[in-house]
């Protein structure tokens, strides 16, 4: 639970007469006291060790100069003065108060405040609740108890904590204007106001009901938040106060406090007042909508009017219901504008209208710049964003079968005892070691559970495990010398001896086992380096030594060895960087406890036939889906009965798996290890499952990641959808997909400004405008000699079958095959961690294989992936790039930005200095929206331009620093022509295929293919070309022919200058262009992973 802490507002002693009290406030606080006697009570909040005092006092005098408050009260104050309120009898009394329900105090002392909270308020739609939670100092046998106490009608006082205001800024606020109209300016101690020194609050509930089960009550008139933390309860005292005297400001308000419990308002009937309107003698038209009428018109299609988001050039389109239709064009001509900022954006905005009306009141939503739509339906997105970072995540997880094996697995599984290994009968005690287990439940096979995960890789299934190559890196050195960047330069510390073991405990061995260090260390003794990885077992070595300042000294002691040392530091370290250090040491390794299955032997040893769960996650979907047909053919009659429906249910969702192309992989696979045609298919594989019908389903470039082989099983599952009666939108470029659709519409002609406008809508079988060129590149064929290339040998990753294969330097390399072959696992898993491993980088993860050799002249490796160049929203290609660095100090160096004394700090909107005060520098402001996502409007203060205004005046050829960022790449570029730095970085974006992005456009908002290609960009103009090797991703995702043709020119560049590229790819434009070819297959998964063929295009 979240601790709370109080600072004291003051001090109090006994006054002169009897019953009187003096409060001295703090002096910097006692402007908080303003206005507080216009009230003629108030009420005083202390705090001692068992928790929080509550007094009603009447307020005798005021000396506001001083800041001291004498008051009268019944009862002397005990504990830390902590807070003061006036006394609002609408807060206060209680109206028809029931003295027959009797609350004793003492029995409310374990839900007393002892530096934390006590629980939770959350609002309800008949009331509220107040959600006990256990803690250090609350039991859950106290909370039972005290819920016992508690009864239905009775009145309870809440402190309660406003958490939000629990902030340095609002604690030092003294003067607040309260929002009564009249008011005038008061203290904070003479209202209701949470900013205050301690953000402490009192309400008085009535108790609806009690839930002891669940140990909670529902409550009626809680005045505070949801989720507000729950400090103290306390039964509620009537208190006979006489003469009380509120501000006229507020005289208005009532005066006790009343309860509604929603369910008991009616609404009553006001006779036969409404009956003059049950005959109406004339309809006004202007006042009859005719859309019904004209949206009838068009039932069978989406009409849409008037399009112009982003570079859309005013379009109007229709679209047939329950058909297919593709949307194709060049790349940024303006196809996902019209698919998913327009239309299914709208279909977002008119959804949230009819729910959040008043959850948006003052608020204007982002607009869809459309005149208008008619004949939408229910819209879901199937994006290539991914499904999630987060490794626990499996295809088991997010598709729901993990749940139903779990099930079928708890309900017909053999139980085997992890003592004796023998099989446990039904009654859960072993026959053999008589070892008792409670009942076999779902849970026992789940590893995100920490009763039933690994305990020592906690479910993921891997470890960190220290890697001897790493720590030697250049075996053919001396020890001496630098073999090992941990130890480095030894010969340097035994000319230069210290008290530092961690490289005197190598020597000391040395000395003491006669060792010659000055021999390349692949030659030294195989138990010498044995000792000085792991230790020398408890045999103590000695290391003297005497410096040539004077100092010396002599330590005798084991030697713990490199390996056990690390895993030390890594264990007792806790700054970023000295773990990042160390990390450069480790590598991910299978867990040695759970061989990678990640769960506890109570799980991995229950047995369906000779099937553990782990072998069955770890199946392939069409494997898996062979199995369960087989034992349910091998099962009894009983067995049958109890599984047949949790067999159905896994069968479905893994035929719809394998009806997307997915067959091959496993339900174990991480997500974040999908490639985001994967990630997509398997978004479409729920969709197919969940049956639904009158839903429009708008897909980006599902073909992405995919083998032409593979079409026909994605075509055949989005034709499955229009067979429910769904209606289809398709962005895409593949021929194929086009062949498909029943409509076609086509947006270009270019990109950016030269795009936007509607080239074709029609039947899907018209030739399209825009028909890219074909053309082919003619390469020389040769022998490659050994010296120029690159030999990985033994590459056993995932499905590799222990394959060799060559890498040709300095040539364009395409590794092809279908989808799930292993060209992943050879390329990103094996290839790239290997050249990393041999430069000296940190690597965390690298594939098996037996060696690699041929990397002499390689001087860097860049992989170019899809995953997104930023994780929030003001990453943008500009920030990725680093020209918006360039620009922002280019800015800062005008004239006018140095009269104004406006530093380079002052043009970024990440900075105070610089950004809106009202949105920061985002542009936009976020709305949360409770169960759904949070809506984004712009900011009514900049307008969207992230910047304050004296930033916004500083221009450039008439451009303020946030006109930039709304202009295309192409655009920014032209203006900076003559500033070559910036300009030849910009460029280089263009010359990828980047020209239309806009310049500050959100990183979160770019497609797979976008976000590849900027990195590609950044590595052009960053890196040096000889010597290195790119290694691409599946580079033309997103891309049109016509840009694809780019993109080969920018490959060829790269090859000419010495470069050596290696290409993920599936598209045979881009194939055709290719040097080398690397070909695995024949199919996905275990049928995969064979070298099919490799050689020369």
């Not at 370290?573 to 000295?578: D, E, I, K, P, W």
Request: hydrophobic letters at 35%.
């Amino acid at each position: 639970m979240k601790k709370v802490e109080f600072q004291p507002i003051g001090d109090y002693i006994p006054d002169s007469e009897g019953s009187r009290i003096r409060i001295i406030i703090k002096r910097d606080l006692k402007d908080a006291l303003i206005k507080l006697d216009h009230f003629s009570h108030c009420v005083i909040f202390t705090k001692e060790k068992q928790g929080f005092n509550c007094y009603t006092a009447k307020i005798v005098n005021l000396i506001q100069k001083t800041g001291e408050l004498l008051i009268e009260s019944d009862n002397q104050l005990k504990g830390e003065l902590v807070d003061i309120k006036p006394y609002f009898p609408c807060e206060e009394k209680v109206d028809h108060y029931n003295k027959e329900i009797v609350l004793r105090e003492e029995d409310f002392e374990s839900l007393s405040f002892k530096g934390e909270s006590i629980g939770k308020y959350f609002n309800a739609h008949d009331g509220g609740i107040i959600q006990f939670q256990k803690s250090e100092n609350l039991s859950a046998e106290a909370i039972e108890r005290v819920v016992k106490y508690i009864k239905e009608g009775a009145f309870l006082r809440i402190i309660w904590w406003f958490d939000r205001f629990d902030d340095k800024r609002y604690r030092s606020c003294l003067l607040c204007n309260p929002p009564y109209d009249n008011a005038p300016k008061c203290g904070v101690f003479a209202t209701r106001s949470p900013v205050r020194p301690n953000p402490l609050a009192s309400t008085v509930v009535k108790v609806k009901s009690i839930d002891p089960y669940n140990k909670s009550i529902k409550v009626l008139g809680f005045d505070g938040f949801d989720h507000s933390m729950i400090l103290q309860v306390i039964p509620y005292k009537e208190t006979d106060i006489c003469d009380i005297k509120v501000p006229e400001w507020v005289e208005h308000w009532t005066d006790c406090k009343v309860f509604y419990d929603i369910n008991e308002i009616e609404l009553c009937a006001n006779g036969n007042s409404n009956a003059v309107y049950d005959r109406v003698t004339e309809y006004f038209e202007e006042l009859e909508s005719s859309e019904i009428g004209e949206e009838t018109e068009n039932l069978n299609e989406i009409v849409v009017e008037g399009a112009s988001i982003h570079n859309l050039q005013n379009i109007n389109v229709r679209i047939p219901k329950e058909k297919i239709t593709v949307i194709t064009g060049v790349s940024g001509s303006g196809k996902s504008s019209l698919a998913f900022d327009t239309i299914y954006h709208e279909s977002q905005k008119q959804f949230l209208d009819l729910i959040a009306s008043n959850t948006l009141t003052g608020t204007e939503l982002k607009d869809s710049r459309v005149k208008k739509i008619t004949g939408l339906q229910p819209s879901i997105a199937i994006e290539q964003k991914s499904l999630g970072a987060n490794s626990r995540s499996t295809v088991a997880t997010v598709t729901g079968i993990g749940e139903y094996l779990r099930l079928l697995f708890a309900t017909i599984g053999e139980r085997i005892c992890p003592h004796c290994l023998k099989a446990v009968p039904e009654n859960n005690v072993c026959n053999s070691c008589g070892t008792i287990y409670f009942k076999l439940t779902p849970a026992v096979f789940n590893y995100n559970n920490p009763d039933y995960m690994c305990p020592v890789c906690k479910g993921l299934g891997e470890e960190l495990q220290v890697d001897v190559d790493l720590i030697v890196t250049n075996p053919e050195l001396s020890i001496l010398d630098g073999a090992s960047p941990w130890w480095g330069n030894l010969r340097k510390h035994r000319q230069k001896p210290n008290a530092n073991w961690m490289k005197g405990e190598v020597l000391a061995l040395a000395e003491d086992m006669k060792e010659n260090l000055e021999v390349p260390f692949k030659d030294l003794s195989e138990e010498f380096k044995k000792q000085i990885f792991y230790g020398s077992n408890g045999r103590l070595v000695t290391w003297n030594y005497v410096n040539p300042n004077g100092r010396s000294g002599t330590i005798t002691r084991p030697v713990e060895g490199a390996v056990n040392i690390l895993k030390r530091l890594l264990a007792e370290n806790r700054t970023t960087g000295s773990i990042e250090h160390i990390k450069r040491y480790f590598i991910n390794k299978k867990c040695s406890r759970c061989k990678g299955e990640r769960l506890l032997e109570e799980g991995r040893l229950v047995k369906i036939g000779d099937i553990r769960y782990p072998e069955a996650v770890n199946m392939s979907i069409t494997t898996l889906r062979n199995w369960c047909h087989f034992i349910y053919g091998n099962l009894n009659a009983i067995d049958r009965e109890k599984c047949r429906d949790i067999l159905r249910k896994i069968v479905t969702k893994l035929k719809k798996l394998e009806e997307v192309g997915l067959g091959y992989i496993t339900l174990d696979r991480s997500i974040p290890s999908l490639s985001g045609g994967e990630a997509q298919r398997v978004k479409l594989a729920n969709q197919l499952g969940s049956g639904l019908s009158n839903i429009l389903y708008i897909m980006d470039e599902p073909s992405k990641g995919l083998h032409p082989k593979d079409f026909q099983f994605l075509i055949r599952a989005i034709c499955d959808l229009k067979r429910l009666k769904n209606t289809v939108i398709v962005v895409e470029h593949r021929k194929e997909f086009i062949q498909m659709a029943d409509h076609l519409i086509e947006i270009g002609p270019g990109a950016g400004n030269y795009g936007g406008q509607l080239l074709y809508s029609g039947k899907g079988e018209q030739q399209m405008f825009c028909d890219a060129k074909d053309y082919e590149y003619s390469v020389k064929r040769a022998v490659i000699e050994e010296n120029e290339k690159i030999v990985l040998k033994g590459a056993r990753t995932n499905n590799l079958k222990n394959i060799d294969v060559s890498i040709p330097l300095k040539k364009m390399v395409c590794v092809v095959g279908v989808s799930g072959s292993g060209k992943s696992s050879l390329v990103s898993k094996t290839l790239y961690p290997a050249i990393e491993k041999a430069l000296g980088r940190s690597v965390e993860d690298v594939g098996e294989y037996d060696s690699i050799s041929g990397l002499d002249g390689i001087s860097n490796v860049y992989y170019v992936s899809q995953k997104p160049i930023g994780k929030n929203s003001r990453s943008t290609p500009g920030t990725y790039t680093g020209v918006f660095d360039l620009i922002r100090d280019y800015y800062a160096n005008l004239s006018d930005a140095k009269k104004a004394k406006l530093t380079k700090e002052c043009f970024s909107f990440n900075s105070q200095k610089g950004q809106c005060e009202v949105c920061k520098g985002a542009g936009e402001i976020a709305i949360p929206m409770h169960f759904m996502q949070d809506i984004y409007v712009p900011c009514q203060k900049c307008k969207g331009q992230r910047y304050q205004e004296s930033v916004l005046k500083i221009k450039y050829k008439g451009y303020s620093i946030g006109d930039l960022l709304d202009l295309e790449i192409r655009e920014v570029r032209d203006i900076f022509k003559n500033q070559s730095s910036i300009h030849r970085v910009l460029d280089m974006l263009c010359k990828v295929g980047l020209s239309y992005i806009k310049f500050g456009q959100s990183a979160t908002t770019l497609s797979g293919g976008e976000a590849q290609r900027i990195k590609l960009a950044k590595a052009l103009y960053d890196g040096k070309t000889e010597g290195a090797i790119y290694i691409l991703d599946e580079p033309t995702t997103g891309l049109h022919d016509n840009d694809t043709d780019k993109l080969c020119y920018i490959i060829r560049e790269l090859t000419s200058r010495g470069a050596t590229v290696v290409v993920i790819e599936h598209n045979p434009r881009i194939i055709r262009q290719a040097d080398y070819i690397i070909e695995l297959g024949p199919e996905g998964g275990e049928n995969g992973g064979f070298l099919l063929r490799e050689g020369w295009l």
